[in-house]
Nanobody, 117 residues
Framework: QVQLVESGGGFVEPGGSLRLSCAAS????????WAWYRQAPGKERELVAR?????YIEYLDSVKGRFTISRDSEKAYLQMNSLQVEDTAVYYC?????????????WGQGTQVTVSA
C-alpha cells in the first residue's frame, strides 16, 4: 500500500516562500504523474501543478511564474515563491499509477499553508 506524506507547510507573510515535499513509501511504485492540489475554506479543491513521468508540467494560471513543481523517483516538491494571501489553503499531494487500463490515485493527508501579514 502506497502512502504519501506531505511536509513543509506553515505560516508565511505575503511575498515569502515555502517548499512543500511529498514522500512516497510503502510499496514499489512507478508513478505516471505527481500533482499538487489545494483547497481553501469554502472552495473546491483545485489542481495547482502536475508533472508527468516524462516531465511534462502544467500549472494553475494564478501560480505560473511563482510556483515550481519538481520530482525524483520517490518524492515530489512544490517550491512556492512570492506567496499571496490567496494562496492560503490546505495543499494535497497526489500521485497516480497507470497499469494497463487501471489507474490508481494516491493522496496525502494535506498540509496547511497560511499566508498572512
Amino acid at each position: 500500500q502506497v502512502q504519501l506524506v506531505e511536509s513543509g507547510g506553515g505560516f508565511v507573510e505575503p511575498g515569502g516562500s515555502l517548499r512543500l515535499s511529498c514522500a512516497a513509501s510503502g510499496s514499489a511504485f512507478n508513478f505516471y504523474y505527481w500533482a499538487w492540489y489545494r483547497q481553501a475554506p469554502g472552495k473546491e479543491r483545485e489542481l495547482v501543478a502536475r508533472i508527468t513521468r516524462v516531465n511534462y508540467i502544467e500549472y494553475l494560471d494564478s501560480v505560473k511564474g511563482r510556483f515550481t513543481i519538481s520530482r525524483d523517483s520517490e518524492k515530489a516538491y512544490l517550491q512556492m515563491n512570492s506567496l499571496q494571501v490567496e494562496d492560503t489553503a490546505v495543499y494535497y499531494c497526489n500521485a497516480v499509477t497507470i497499469v494497463g487500463t487501471d489507474m490508481t490515485d494516491y493522496w496525502g493527508q494535506g498540509t496547511q499553508v497560511t499566508v498572512s501579514a
